[in-house]
């Protein structure tokens, strides 16, 4: 890669984060706890378009997880989950199935810490976990996806 497009990627990667994280900060009474829909999960559709995308919304998250009060497993394994998740995105090429790894690797990530750390039963833990996915990756990120793949030169 060429110096300006290693900037541009690094560039691409720490606005995609900061916004990640300003959202999910800003938003804080919807985005933690059992019971969340954490609105910056939309930019989850951006690995789709590129792959600056992986380590934006790593960092992101996990900059957000520092502020959430959920401790270090939140932050450690709440991270790599965004991780895997926008990874598997990234490999997707249909995008209607886009959302589809945020919302089950998030939910059963996620579940389970909620479980560990706040002792809430397991299931509803992922179910609810998965459902406020669900809401924030196909309800909002969805549209995301539609109305950027129009402008695809935003992300070259």
């Known amino acids: 890669?060429?110096?300006?497009?290693?900037?541009?990627?690094?560039?691409?990667?720490?606005?995609?984060?900061?916004?990640?994280?300003?959202?999910?900060?800003?938003?804080?009474?919807?985005?933690?706890g059992v019971i969340q829909v954490r609105v910056a999960e939309a930019l989850t559709v951006l690995p789709y378009f590129t792959p600056a995308a992986i380590p934006g919304l790593f960092v992101g998250c996990m900059i957000a997880n520092i502020y959430g009060g959920h401790g270090l497993p939140?932050?450690?394994?709440?991270s790599l989950a965004t991780l895997a998740a926008a990874f598997v995105s990234s490999r997707i090429k249909l995008k209607y199935l886009v959302p589809v790894p945020p919302i089950v690797i998030n939910a059963l990530v996620i579940g389970y810490v909620l479980?560990?750390?706040?002792?809430?039963?397991?299931?509803?833990?992922?179910?609810?976990?998965?459902?406020?996915?669900?809401?924030?990756?196909?309800?909002?990120?969805?549209?995301?996806l539609l109305i950027l793949e129009k402008r695809r030169y935003l992300f070259e």
Do not use: E, R
């Open 115 to 144: 479980h560990y750390v706040l002792g809430f039963p397991l299931l509803p833990a992922i179910l609810w976990v998965g459902a406020g996915q669900a809401l924030a990756c196909y309800g909002l990120g969805y549209p995301l």
């Open 74 to 78: 939140d932050i450690v394994f709440g």
């Open 1 to 32: 890669m060429k110096s300006k497009g290693i900037l541009n990627y690094w560039t691409k990667a720490a606005m995609i984060g900061a916004i990640y994280a300003v959202l999910t900060v800003a938003l804080a009474p919807i985005s933690y």
